[in-house]
């Protein structure tokens, strides 16, 4: 099975409440990825975990939180929603290192009001 | 830091037309190279990579050459399908941080 899942497909937040996405995967991959894809941008990777190390890139680093609590787990958090966090957001898994490729989740879409 | 460039972003053709999308990148080592395809209500899978040790990556009728000369991975198909329409991304992956390029949508007329 090489099903990445995302909860929920859909969601709905109000400006300055939190988010909270979900993304499994069962392949026993050691990185978890997350990206924000907005139209007609590139999906711009977020953050990811090898294993227990977290790392966020430099630019979003105060705008998303995720942790891993275990190796199949991999959550997305956002403290206080903007209209600007309104976007497709993608999990993604692989073995660690830069020649594996990527299985995707489908997508969770979540609109900020 | 590393980048990707693809500048077609919509790509009209007619079933058995020639494909080909640009793609360039940046980046201070070699990285590995890869094709994603998105359709419609699904995340991105794998077409093809391509490493420093094979420089042309085949599949599905798809092919994509690395050329560190001109930092190039172009994606080329010669007959496309209408089941071909889709998005396509170019990514590099450098430092286990895969980068994206913005994306090209193909669209296959019958």
């Known amino acids: 099975d090489t099903t990445v899942k995302q909860n929920p497909r859909y969601k709905l937040a109000r400006v300055g409440k939190p988010v909270n996405l979900i993304c499994s995967q069962t392949?026993?991959?050691?990185?978890m990825y997350w990206y924000q894809k907005k139209p007609n941008q590139a999906p711009k990777l977020l953050l990811f975990?090898?294993?227990?190390?977290?790392?966020r890139e430099a630019d979003t680093f105060e705008k998303f939180q995720s942790s891993r609590p275990n190796n199949s787990f991999c959550s997305l958090y956002i403290g206080s929603a903007g209209l600007e966090y309104s976007a497709m957001y993608l999990c993604?898994?692989?073995?660690?290192?830069?020649?594996?490729?990527?299985?995707f989740g489908p997508g969770t879409r979540l609109t900020v009001l | 830091g590393d980048s990707v460039t693809q500048m077609q972003g919509q790509v009209t053709l007619s079933e058995d037309d020639f494909l080909f999308i640009n793609c360039t990148y940046s980046?201070?080592?070699?990285?590995?190279l890869f094709w994603y395809v998105q359709y419609p209500g699904e995340g991105p899978q794998l077409l093809l990579k391509?490493?420093?040790?094979?420089n042309k990556g085949i599949s599905r009728g798809f092919e994509a050459t690395y050329d560190k000369r001109t930092t190039s991975f172009h994606l080329q198909k010669a007959s496309v399908q209408e089941s071909d329409s889709a998005v396509y991304y170019c990514v590099l992956n450098n430092n286990n941080a895969p980068r994206f390029g913005a994306g090209t949508k193909l669209t296959v007329k019958p």
């Open positions: 975990y090898y294993d227990k190390i977290l790392n």
């Open positions: 392949m026993n991959h050691d990185t």
């Open positions: 980046t201070t080592w070699y990285p590995t």
């Open positions: 993604a898994s692989s073995v660690g290192g830069r020649s594996y490729e990527q299985y």
């Open positions: 391509v490493t420093t040790a094979n």
